[in-house]
């Protein structure tokens, strides 16, 4: 494989080292002074160790790093305290699940990642919204995955994550030898042990070098063709859906696609024909 030199980073909030409760906007206090001191504390946290992530890919040799900034609203992190170097992705709508990525690319990284809905112990485990469960071709899969099939299908491997210990041990159940830096281990959903913010942004900053170091010998995620995705929601889904989707019960929807990009943005944009990014 040759040098990694673009590297894509997908960027979550409820994996970060020192957050340990859902994010405040939804809350009731959201635009009182405690909400918004609660969220511009989270959001330093994660613009903390995705700077951490960028000066260890740039330690290590990359020289393009593109962030998306993924969590829910798609404006979490802040931009002005963000490494000089990197480009960022942000806001909403957004025109596909990964902004701006491309075939280019030769390395996913994943910064502040939670477990898969239904974890036991993971601290803020979900997938997407709360209440959901994806399953492709029967197995169960989280955010990590999805963002790893996505980029995957465009050629690009998945070779670092970090976040709660129990993310961690997921993604190196999905690839074995995957780099990984646990900041927290999760012990109930809004509950952790952290590392100090500033040995969480080390640790990510040393094991993201070793990431590249080895990307040559961390194996692809291999892609099932074709894919039945299902989702299941835990109130029913309306009488309406979208065209394409299938009824299994009250409960759960299923898409089939010939690969999982096709269906994932099938079911997310509506459109069972999504185009792969050139
Ligand atoms: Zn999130």
Same mark, same amino acid.
């Given at each position: ?7 894509y980073m ?7 080292a ?19 001191r ?7 946290l994660?613009?903390g ?5 960028? @000066? !260890? +890919?740039f &330690? #290590? ?6 962030i998306? *900034?993924?969590?829910g609203?798609? %404006? ?47 601290c ?26 996505i ?5 690009i491997?998945?070779?670092?994550t ?8 997921e993604?190196e ?10 900041v927290? @281990? !999760? +012990?109930? &959903? #809004?509950?952790?042990i952290?590392?100090?913010?500033? *040995?969480?942004?080390?640790?990510? %900053? ?15 995620l ?5 894919v ?25 929807i ?25």
């Amino acid at each position: 494989m040759a040098a990694i030199k673009a590297v894509y980073m997908q960027t979550d909030l409820e994996g970060v080292a020192g957050i340990d409760d859902w994010d405040p906007r939804f809350k009731d206090y959201a635009n009182l002074a405690e909400g918004v001191r609660e969220r511009l504390e989270m959001q330093r946290l994660m613009t903390g160790e995705v700077n951490a992530a960028a @000066e !260890g +890919l740039f &330690e #290590a040799g990359v020289e393009n790093i593109l962030i998306n *900034d993924s969590h829910g609203p798609g %404006r979490t992190l802040l931009v002005e305290e963000l490494i000089p170097g990197v480009r960022i992705g942000r806001g909403k709508p957004k025109p596909a699940f990964l902004l701006g990525l491309s075939s280019r690319f030769d390395a996913l990284v994943q910064v502040g990642m939670h477990p898969m809905a239904g974890t036991p112990s993971g601290c803020l485990a979900h997938t997407m919204s709360r209440g959901l469960v994806f399953r492709a071709n029967g197995r169960e899969i989280g955010e990590m995955e999805i963002t790893a099939y996505i980029a995957g299908a465009v050629g690009i491997p998945w070779i670092f994550t970090s976040g709660d210990l129990h993310a961690c041990r997921e993604a190196e159940r999905w690839v074995p030898g995957i780099a990984t830096a646990p900041v927290k @281990e !999760g +012990l109930a &959903e #809004a509950c952790a042990i952290h590392l100090a913010p500033e *040995d969480a942004r080390k640790l990510i %900053r040393e094991r993201i070098q070793e990431a590249v170091a080895r990307a040559a010998q961390i194996p692809l995620l291999p892609q099932e063709r074709p894919v039945v995705l299902e989702v299941v929601r835990d109130t029913p889904w309306p009488a309406e859906l979208n065209p394409g989707a299938e009824r299994v019960d009250a409960f759960t929807i299923r898409y089939r696609g010939a690969s999982f990009y096709q269906v994932f943005h099938h079911y997310r944009f509506g459109e069972p024909d999504y185009p792969l990014p050139g």
